[in-house]
């Protein structure tokens, strides 16, 4: 309170008064005339209004009226439009009622068959394709894929060295750059994609190699079958698919593996063991899971009888089984815990001979495939549980043995042009291998993807890549079904496909990924779905290779078991639905 202020002043001013008055200060109570001349200086003009209790009211609703219009007259006055009906309405399209697309995803080697709902051109939701070989099924990337479609963050516009480019400029700077690698046939130009599982976009990569010999072609997959794929080389010297016919087995032996989850087949396996669980059927129809892990998987969880066991010691169990079985150049004592389960679980083995199915975990090495291969052969299960067809992906090949080389080539200056189709190589490769310091040895670098990455940081063309859900393509499931990959939207972020790139390398000028693969379908004939997508293979079993030195073990079971979720860098449980 202001000195000068008379509290007397005070009484006398609120003598007789009723009721609540509020007031910002005492002075403004005792009306005195220093501070009636402070508020005519201050506020020459609403100086009434605040020595007035019920103008200061209105006052202050106005000043808030005025602020909130104050933001009203920021904003844009969007142009009068109208909304005109269509001459000729689509039959099938009524407002308010989905519409539903068949499609594929291409996903970790294989392809899942697709069914999309679309709401007025918008595709919303994912389920799984009944009518292909996946059964209808989906899983949790499936699923979570229409959020990628959407996701603000990908990548949206051309950049070269970090200046915004069209992709017609990225065609013009091209022409001259493959036309030095024709004068070298190709020799400093190498490029990496992820597994491929596209008839047409192999043939164009053939297509390039053919022109330009000396090129390479690496693929990368960083969570895969690698072993599988090199089991199987070691065991019939060609690589090669086994397809589980889990339906028909009555007794099943997993060796580490989660092949109700992960891995290709996941979706049908996992139906197909599900047909046989059903508790209200016929009790003989019920199956029995012999399931022994180095960790807890959902395969495991289901299991009639779980065995854990270190990741190293699971080769010298397969030895033991084998041997019992029959299996030339196995055999040795299994683990101790593992005595018990060992006799038993050979007598239900061999009790059904025709109707078991050993499979081996994609974290097992390729030495524990070759002997899931060979007991299977000595069970009578091949042909029955189990048929041997071609790999679905287009080029089978010891994948991290062609990275090695590609880093190699890198450090060594002898890649001019890398073209990275996909994937974050500079982040999924292996550690050791330091494939970002390597990467950054060659004088030019393109890269194709859905986000800037690791791997964009270190390039110097970026290209927005078009979502699966934006962009025509083709796509081969684990059993050699192909399914056209059809858009359901334009491309959000003006993207572009591996197909369109692979067009200008080619010196085909811009061409639209339907065109592409049209063309190339357009060149099949004799189609017939009465033949089966990859025939079964009459595959004799090699011999059985030597167990894993000592030395070994330690490595095993120091290896870290990939999180099904960390597949193409998405998070969530993964599991198969549906």
């Not at 890198?410 to 042009?417: K, R």
């Amino acid at each position: 309170m202001n000195a000068q202020t008379d509290l007397e002043a005070l009484r006398t001013r609120l003598e007789g008064t009723r009721g609540r008055e509020y007031w910002r200060s005492l002075e403004a109570v005792a009306e005195t005339p220093a501070f009636k001349e402070f508020l005519h200086r201050e506020f020459p003009q609403n100086a009434s209004e605040w020595l007035d209790p019920v103008g200061r009211r209105g006052f202050l609703k106005l000043m808030g009226a005025s602020l909130a219009l104050a933001g009203v007259t920021a904003c844009t006055r969007q142009p009068d439009e109208l909304l005109v009906p269509y001459v000729r309405q689509p039959e099938e399209l009524v407002p308010g009622k989905p519409l539903f697309y068949a499609t594929a995803m291409p996903f970790a080697g294989s392809a899942m068959g697709l069914l999309i709902e679309s709401h007025e051109g918008r595709p919303t939701k994912i389920e799984g394709n009944p009518e292909h070989p996946g059964g209808g099924g989906t899983d949790v990337f499936a699923q979570a894929a229409i959020l990628g479609l959407y996701d603000p963050d990908r990548a949206q516009v051309v950049t070269s060295s970090g200046e915004i480019r069209d992709f017609a400029q990225f065609a013009t700077a091209m022409r001259t750059v493959m036309a030095a690698q024709a004068a070298r046939n190709g020799a400093g130009l190498r490029i990496l994609t992820e597994t491929v599982v596209s008839p047409t976009l192999a043939a164009q990569i053939r297509s390039l190699l053919a022109r330009l010999p000396q090129a390479r072609w690496v693929q990368w997959e960083p969570v895969g079958d690698h072993n599988a794929r090199e089991g199987s080389r070691l065991a019939f010297g060609d690589y090669v698919s086994p397809q589980y016919t889990v339906e028909r087995a009555d007794v099943i032996l997993s060796l580490d593996s989660d092949f109700l989850c992960s891995g290709p087949g996941r979706l049908r396996h996992a139906r197909a063991f599900a047909s046989r669980r059903r508790i209200d059927g016929d009790p003989s129809m019920l199956n029995r899971l012999y399931a022994v892990e180095s960790t807890a998987t959902s395969t495991g969880t289901r299991a009639d009888h779980r065995l854990p066991l270190r990741a190293s010691e699971i080769e010298a169990f397969a030895r033991a089984v084998a041997g019992q079985l029959g299996v030339a150049g196995a055999g040795g004592n299994p683990p101790e815990e593992a005595q018990a389960w060992l006799q038993p679980l050979v007598a239900d083995l061999q009790a059904n001979r025709g109707r078991s199915l050993v499979i081996a975990g994609a974290e097992q090495p390729p030495a524990v495939h070759v002997l899931a291969h060979a007991m299977n052969a000595a069970l009578g299960n091949v042909g029955a549980t189990v048929v041997y067809t071609q790999r679905p992906d287009e080029q089978p090949a010891n994948q991290l043995d062609d990275l090695r080389t590609l880093v190699a080539d890198m450090n060594a200056g002898s890649v001019d042009l890398l073209v990275v189709l996909g994937g974050n190589p500079a982040y999924s490769a292996p550690s050791d291998l330091q494939f970002a310091d390597a990467m950054q040895q060659v004088p030019l670098r393109v890269r194709l993807g859905l986000y800037e990455d690791e791997t964009s940081a270190l390039s110097h063309w970026i290209l927005p890549e078009t979502h699966f859900l934006e962009a025509w393509s083709d796509a081969r499931a684990e059993d050699g079904t192909v399914t056209i990959v059809q858009p359901l939207i334009a491309p959000l972020y003006n993207g572009r496909s591996a197909h369109e790139v692979l067009a200008v390398l080619l010196g085909e000028g811009p061409r639209s990924s339907y065109d592409i693969v049209r063309e190339q379908w357009a060149q099949r004939t004799g189609l017939s779905t009465a033949a089966p997508a990859l025939p079964a293979l009459q595959m004799p079993a090699g011999p059985v290779a030597p167990a894993a030195p000592a030395g070994v073990e330690a490595a095993q079971n120091g290896a870290a078991t990939p999180e099904p979720a960390a597949a193409a860098g998405q998070g969530g449980a993964a599991g198969a639905t549906g």
